[in-house]
């Protein structure tokens, strides 16, 4: 009783300091350190910061775990715990024989952290009771996330452009190349993706994309192949024109993003967050209700026929009311992920005015 109860003030602590931004990782991730200071707050650790951009631009330019973990040891890149250890912070693990071999995990987690953006990210992971010491991914819903509360490493554009990477399969071919578009092609007659189709022999104007619904003999009855100079070019031009476009019609742009579309969108995010309140507020008063309801059972005021039925519908109205609450939580977060964010598109097209 007394470690149950010493785990639930524990696990309260941690919900408040969680819940009001602190940071709950006792070390911060690899590319940062504790503010001497403030050690409450991160600030940026330049040579570590270096190499966390140089494993974001290696994906970016194609290479997968296994890769950039290779890049990295023929580099001779100190892996984090080995790193930590030499800064005389404190380390989990025990000191390996080769101090330069990173783990395909480690950039897997690396690549995924939206502490790089300047986040503090908080409850990703829990534990079912102090009786296990199994780590338990929570749902991203419930996870709780304060922006802008240290200094970036990782611009915002590029995250995105990894995390987009990430989702999709990206084979090397047999010469251990990975095109810049494997991975994003799909026919678009049967949605089956596209395979990059190279050899030894070719030149680079030769080298193609082929759907495999046709090779695999499922979806398409031709190949549909386009070869990878005429893609670059067809894309190449596409953002060119839509750069051009911006550039020179900034103003329209702005407000044709901002247009009746975007102030719907916000109307619906305003409707749906009253009602968001107002559910919870009634889940509140539906549990003070049933308390009531006890009370009075208890105090021979309320039959047991009667106290059963009413606390049974009140229930219900509560589980629906959670229910509820759930779907729009999860519509929120998708609308508000899918709005446009119309000046992180001006200013990347500034950046890239000549694009080649």
């Given at each position: 009783?007394?470690?149950?109860?010493?785990?639930?003030?524990?696990?309260?602590?941690?919900?408040?300091?969680?819940?009001?931004?602190?940071?709950?990782?006792?070390?911060?991730?690899?590319?940062?350190?504790?503010?001497?200071?403030?050690?409450?707050?991160?600030?940026?650790?330049?040579e570590?910061?270096?190499?966390?951009?140089?494993?974001?631009?290696?994906?970016?330019?194609?290479?997968?775990?296994?890769q950039?973990?290779?890049?990295?040891?023929?580099?001779r890149?100190?892996?984090?715990?080995?790193?930590?250890?030499?800064?005389?912070?404190?380390?989990?693990?025990?000191?390996?024989?080769?101090?330069?071999?990173?783990?395909?995990?480690?950039?897997?987690?690396?690549?995924?952290?939206?502490?790089?953006?300047?986040?503090?990210?908080?409850?990703?992971?829990?534990?079912?009771?102090?009786?296990?010491?199994?780590i338990?991914?929570?749902?991203?819903?419930?996870?709780?996330?304060?922006?802008?509360?240290?200094?970036?490493?990782?611009?915002?554009?590029?995250?995105?452009?990894?995390?987009?990477?990430?989702?999709?399969?990206r084979?090397?071919?047999?010469?251990?190349?990975?095109?810049?578009?494997?991975?994003?092609?799909?026919?678009?007659?049967?949605?089956n993706?596209?395979?990059?189709?190279?050899?030894?022999?070719?030149?680079?104007?030769q080298?193609y994309?082929?759907?495999?619904?046709y090779?695999?003999?499922?979806?398409?009855?031709?190949?549909?192949?386009?070869?990878?100079?005429?893609?670059?070019?067809?894309?190449?031009q596409?953002?060119?024109?839509?750069?051009?476009?911006?550039?020179?019609?900034?103003?329209d742009?702005?407000?044709e993003?901002?247009?009746?579309?975007?102030?719907?969108?916000?109307?619906?995010?305003?409707?749906?967050?009253?009602?968001?309140?107002?559910?919870?507020?009634?889940?509140?008063?539906?549990?003070?209700?049933?308390?009531?309801?006890?009370?009075d059972?208890?105090?021979?005021?309320?039959?047991d026929?009667?106290?059963?039925?009413?606390?049974?519908?009140?229930?219900?109205?509560?589980?629906?009311?959670?229910?509820?609450?759930?779907?729009?939580?999860?519509?929120?977060?998708?609308?508000?992920?899918?709005?446009?964010?119309?000046?992180?598109?001006i200013?990347?097209?500034?950046?890239?005015?000549?694009?080649?």
């Amino acid at each position: 009783m007394y470690a149950r109860d010493t785990s639930k003030k524990v696990r309260a602590t941690w919900q408040s300091k969680g819940r009001s931004g602190e940071h709950l990782n006792p070390m911060p991730p690899y590319g940062y350190m504790k503010n001497p200071e403030n050690p409450k707050k991160w600030i940026v650790d330049e040579e570590a910061a270096a190499i966390v951009q140089k494993v974001f631009s290696l994906c970016v330019d194609g290479l997968g775990p296994s890769q950039i973990a290779t890049w990295l040891e023929n580099n001779r890149v100190l892996k984090p715990s080995t790193y930590m250890r030499e800064k005389g912070l404190p380390v989990s693990h025990a000191p390996t024989e080769n101090i330069y071999r990173w783990s395909e995990e480690t950039i897997s987690r690396m690549l995924e952290r939206i502490d790089y953006l300047g986040h503090t990210l908080n409850f990703r992971t829990t534990k079912q009771s102090y009786k296990s010491k199994k780590i338990l991914l929570n749902d991203p819903e419930d996870w709780a996330v304060f922006e802008n509360t240290h200094e970036a490493i990782i611009e915002e554009s590029i995250f995105l452009i990894v995390q987009n990477l990430r989702k999709s399969k990206r084979r090397p071919t047999k010469m251990g190349e990975t095109d810049m578009f494997s991975g994003l092609m799909y026919c678009a007659d049967c949605g089956n993706i596209m395979y990059h189709c190279r050899t030894k022999n070719f030149e680079k104007r030769q080298e193609y994309f082929s759907c495999s619904g046709y090779r695999k003999k499922r979806g398409c009855a031709s190949p549909h192949t386009i070869r990878n100079v005429v893609l670059e070019k067809i894309v190449l031009q596409n953002l060119r024109e839509a750069i051009a476009y911006v550039s020179r019609y900034e103003a329209d742009f702005i407000r044709e993003a901002s247009d009746n579309s975007v102030r719907e969108q916000d109307r619906e995010l305003a409707a749906k967050k009253d009602a968001l309140t107002k559910s919870e507020k009634r889940i509140a008063e539906l549990d003070l209700i049933i308390k009531c309801l006890y009370e009075d059972n208890v105090t021979g005021k309320l039959t047991d026929e009667r106290f059963i039925k009413l606390s049974r519908d009140y229930e219900r109205e509560q589980d629906e009311q959670k229910a509820a609450i759930d779907v729009t939580r999860r519509e929120l977060k998708e609308q508000e992920r899918s709005r446009t964010n119309v000046k992180s598109f001006i200013a990347a097209t500034k950046k890239y005015t000549d694009l080649q």
